[in-house]
Every structure is written in structure tokens, then in C-alpha cells.
């Protein structure tokens, strides 16, 4: 591991470009009304889950985050593709 970096592993529900706004704030809603759901809420427990709904525009900024973090870490450590 490198020092200094974390990661971890969340689903995320992402839909094609260009789905209307109005598409994406109902696929949000029925995903925040799931997670809440007492299947969900199981799930989380036996598999040491948090299930939490956000908004869209927290994905598009954590996901961006991720990029230039990784980014710069393949960059430092010299990474090449083959």
C-alpha cells in the first residue's frame, strides 16, 4: 500500500450522458428510498454495509476527486501502460 493513500469500495448508480435532470432526480429518490428500505438496511448489516444515498452532484464531485488523486499517484510512481 502506499503510504499517505486510502481507497475504498462503494456502488454507484451512474446513468448514460445526457439523461434529463428530471430522469436522474427520480432515479435518486427511488435509490434514497431503498437504501432506507429494511431489505437494505439488513443487507448493510450482514455484510457490514452503510448504504447511503446522495445527491448527483456529490458522485460528479467525488468521482472527479478520484481522478486527479489517481492521477497524481500514477504520475509519481512513474506508471506506464504496456
Known sequence: ???????????????????????IDRLNKSAALAVQSEAFKRLGVNEGL?????????????????EERWRKVIQDAGIKIE
Open 1 to 23: 500500500m502506499l503510504p499517505e493513500r486510502s481507497t475504498k469500495t462503494a456502488p454507484f448508480l451512474f446513468a448514460p450522458a445526457r439523461t434529463p435532470a428530471d430522469v
Open 50 to 66: 452503510v448504504m447511503v444515498a446522495r445527491p448527483p452532484q456529490e458522485l460528479d464531485r467525488y468521482v472527479r476527486g478520484e
